[in-house]
């Protein structure tokens, strides 16, 4: 079950990804992600990476829309997505405390994905302006320097993946109003 900070932080995910507030996550918001992401890092239409960074992400809506979309009608409404997060986080949260893998490899593998989308010269960290980038792909014109200081762990100017999954598993399981990992896709607390 879902706790309220919880559901805050799922309802801004909710609203970043729906970037043309239809009331419903769909196919195109995923395409619009993909065209934004690819035209800021410059990467040409027709090119393998351009094809792959599609595909990956059209790969992640097909993923959420066989996993949420409760109704089977093609989109995810916030009702869906709020039910399907509460069976992911009780999964999550299960396994942590009984140390099994399954559940914790997909928020592992969600949040590796999120952080080579994130990794544009694949250094293996992210950089204020890769996660600026980020952020303006899902539409967000948000000031990127206060909130990537709070996701900026150890304080070194860069998210490591290390990082990047302590942030993920803090915003998708925690209800601490101070955790850091609460900022990962923007300030929950502001309008996207």
Do not use: C
Request: net charge negative; aromatic share 12%; hydrophobic share 40%.
């Amino acid at each position: 079950m879902l706790g309220k900070l919880q559901q805050i932080k799922l309802t801004h995910y909710f609203n970043v990804i729906d970037s043309d507030d239809s009331a419903s996550i769909e196919r195109e918001d995923f395409v619009r992600f993909a065209s934004r992401f690819t035209a800021l890092r410059g990467v040409e239409a027709g090119t393998p990476e351009y094809e792959q960074f599609y595909a990956d992400t059209l790969a992640w809506w097909d993923e959420i829309r066989k996993s949420a979309d409760a109704d089977y009608d093609g989109r995810v409404d916030l009702q869906e997505w709020l039910a399907f997060w509460s069976s992911e986080t009780d999964k999550i949260a299960e396994a942590a405390g009984q140390n099994s893998n399954l559940a914790l490899t997909q928020l592992r593998y969600r949040l590796s994905f999120t952080f080579d989308v994130a990794d544009n010269d694949a250094d293996e960290q992210i950089s204020v302006e890769e996660y600026g980038h980020m952020l303006q792909a899902w539409g967000l014109d948000a000031d990127v320097e206060p909130v990537f200081r709070r996701l900026d762990l150890n304080g070194d100017g860069v998210i490591t993946r290390d990082e990047m999954v302590q942030l993920g598993k803090e915003f998708f399981l925690s209800n601490d109003p101070e955790a850091p990992g609460n900022y990962i896709v923007g300030d929950p607390f502001e309008a996207p």
